[in-house]
């Protein structure tokens, strides 16, 4: 049964993602692609959990490696994702009003 | 160690504040703090999975955190504007091989228990591998396409169909010998583990395949794509190990994309197999657009000046050679001159101008234009008649009229920006040559059109001097 409730989250998320970003002004489009992309480093968690699990139990050295390399380009993508899209917000600036 | 309880609330608790943020991403005014949101989401997400189960080994945690740490700060903080959308591509390629990483390390941990698996995780393992696997070397192509590494035209070949109808029957067929060695032990043809790696192999062959008769103009909509697939592919890994926060927010990623690929796709009038599969800018099937006629008139700087001076409003529409000749400040200084002479200025941006979703946006934001000054498409189009001046900065096919006019062009169809309807327009060009795909713009040929040869940079500031030394 379990799979079936995975399943019914994952097609709620999805019409909820739709329903989210559905008018997104083009000024954001980059910033939201960039911002987004962090996200999808979520994948981190998996990576961080299938390390630990690995490392724990010592069986195979293949993959405690597989699982640092996972956890450290996950890594990129979060940390970098993130700190980018900052940099990227922070240009974007309103008008001034004149004076 | 907290118990399974708290930590799933604290998953619940992340997926809230990545919606949360999201939603005030998508809005210029709260980004920056929907951007802050949404990471405070990822660190309670990844505490949350530390606090799982004791580390008995915590060095290669660490070293993994560690590592990815700190290229990302480098990255994040080196880069170019202008390199934007090589770095977006990258990051896309990362995600995407973490999920591959993640989806091996779990193959293998399979293989060691003696647990029977269940249907599901294998399939979300297939998935993710040939997902992750497409996503990592399609992107790589992509940032190489991008940082000019490889050539940016499309790569086609005879029976390239052909090879990826191959390609694509030899993944599925893999994928069902893992499901049928990992299901049963009578299976003989190939074992889960070599079906493992011909699926991994063979996924990553698709992925440069698919990305590499993909023309530049086209790579706004295979960024978004690849986007997308990034968080498919973190969602599947997150049905392997049945973890929510993975799935929810591997969705929202994939949602997004699809809709930013399809709003780049309708932006040129194409559908998504026809960007993917047609080899588009090759210079195939262009025969039939009618030749133009006509001779292009040519202007100095100093004659495109005194038209400037007594222009009350002015119109920029930049293009991917902007992001090129790195003209984005020499553009801001002119627009400021322009305005203390009295005139409106506007920037009008074509969804697919440079090479990724709202690339022209960050290029001019870097140099200081406020975005209520960027205008989209469909608000500057009824207004253009009233602009003096149209100026085209690189930009070639989003302002050409023959999408309007000439039912034998290739890009007949396409919104594009009305620059011909402006009672003046100057293109920035550094010479004749056609652009991408080398579709014929009768715009160079208008009455109305008068073309300012040299880099972009420089014909710019020499008009920035002229203004000066008035």
Redesign the interface.
């Known amino acids: 049964m379990e799979a079936i409730l995975l399943l019914f989250i994952l097609v709620l998320s999805i019409f909820l993602g739709f329903e989210l970003i559905s008018k997104v002004p083009s000024t954001l489009h980059t910033p939201l692609m960039s911002g987004s992309n962090a996200i999808s480093g979520i994948t981190v968690v998996g990576a961080l959990l299938t390390t630990i699990a690995a490392s724990n139990c010592n069986d195979s050295d293949l993959r405690v490696i597989l699982g640092v390399l996972a956890v450290a380009f996950a890594t990129i993508n979060v940390v970098g994702g993130y700190l980018v899209t900052d940099r990227m917000l922070r240009m974007f600036k309103k008008k001034e009003p004149k004076k | 160690m907290l118990p399974p309880t708290i930590i799933n609330l604290l998953y619940v608790a992340a997926s809230i504040l990545?919606?949360l943020?999201?939603?005030k991403?998508?809005?210029?005014?709260s980004?920056?703090k929907?951007?802050?949101i949404?990471?405070i989401g990822?660190l309670v997400?990844?505490v949350?999975?530390?606090l799982?189960?004791?580390?008995?080994?915590p060095q290669?945690?660490l070293?993994?955190?560690g590592?990815?740490?700190l290229?990302?700060?480098i990255?994040?903080?080196k880069?170019k504007?202008t390199s934007?959308p090589e770095?977006?591509a990258l990051?896309?390629g990362?995600?995407g091989?973490?999920?591959l990483?993640?989806g091996?390390?779990?193959f293998?941990?399979f293989g060691?228990s003696s647990e029977k698996l269940?249907l599901?995780a294998l399939f979300a393992l297939i998935c993710a591998v040939l997902i992750g696997a497409v996503t990592f070397s399609g992107s790589l192509i992509a940032w190489g396409k991008l940082a000019g590494i490889i050539g940016g035209k499309p790569m086609l070949f005879r029976g390239q169909k052909f090879v990826n109808i191959l390609l694509l029957g030899g993944m599925l067929l893999a994928g069902y010998f893992i499901l049928a060695g990992s299901l049963s032990s009578s299976f003989v043809y190939l074992t889960a583990e070599d079906a493992f790696f011909l699926l991994m192999g063979l996924s990553l062959l698709f992925g440069i395949m698919v990305v590499i008769s993909i023309g530049g103009a086209d790579m706004p909509v295979v960024?978004?794509l690849l986007?997308s697939y990034?968080?498919i592919?973190?969602?599947s890994?997150?049905?392997?190990?049945?973890?929510?926060?993975?799935?929810?927010?591997?969705?929202?990623?994939?949602?997004?994309?699809?809709?930013?690929t399809s709003?780049m796709c309708k932006a040129m009038n194409r559908s998504l197999s026809h960007v993917l599969f047609s080899g588009f800018g090759s210079g195939a099937g262009s025969s039939t657009q009618s030749k133009t006629e006509g001779e292009s008139k040519p202007i100095s700087s100093d004659d495109a000046f005194l038209v400037l001076e007594a222009a009350n409003n002015v119109v920029f529409i930049p293009g991917y050679g902007m992001a090129v000749a790195q003209a984005q400040h020499a553009v801001k200084e002119l627009a400021d001159l322009l305005e203390q002479n009295g005139a409106e200025v506007n920037f009008a941006?074509h969804?697919v101008a440079g090479r990724?979703?709202?690339?022209m946006?960050?290029l001019l934001?870097?140099a200081?234009v406020?975005?209520?000054?960027?205008k989209?498409m469909d608000e500057i189009n009824p207004v253009i008649e009233n602009a003096d001046v149209a100026i085209v900065i690189g930009a070639n096919d989003v302002v050409n009229p023959a999408a309007r006019e000439d039912p034998g062009s290739p890009i007949y169809g396409m919104p594009v920006i009305n620059v011909d309807k402006a009672r003046t327009c100057f293109v920035l060009k550094r010479s004749m040559s056609a652009g991408f795909a080398g579709i014929e713009n009768p715009l160079f040929y208008k009455d109305n059109t008068r073309m300012l040869f040299g880099d972009a940079k420089e014909s710019l500031s020499h008009l920035v001097s002229e203004f000066n030394t008035q």
């Open positions: 990545f919606i943020g999201l939603k991403l998508s809005r210029a005014d980004a920056r929907g951007n802050l949404s990471a990822m997400a990844i949350a999975a530390l799982t189960a004791d580390i008995l080994e290669w945690i070293l993994g955190l590592l990815g740490s290229i990302g700060v990255a994040a903080f880069v504007m934007m770095l977006v990051f896309n990362f995600g091989i973490a999920s990483l993640v091996w390390a779990e293998i941990g060691q269940s599901v960024i978004s986007n990034s968080g592919a973190a969602c890994a997150g049905f392997i190990i049945s973890n929510n926060v993975l799935i929810v927010s591997g969705a929202l990623v994939g949602a997004s994309g699809i809709i930013l709003i941006i969804p990724m979703p709202g690339h946006n960050v934001a870097e200081n406020p975005y209520d000054q960027l989209e």
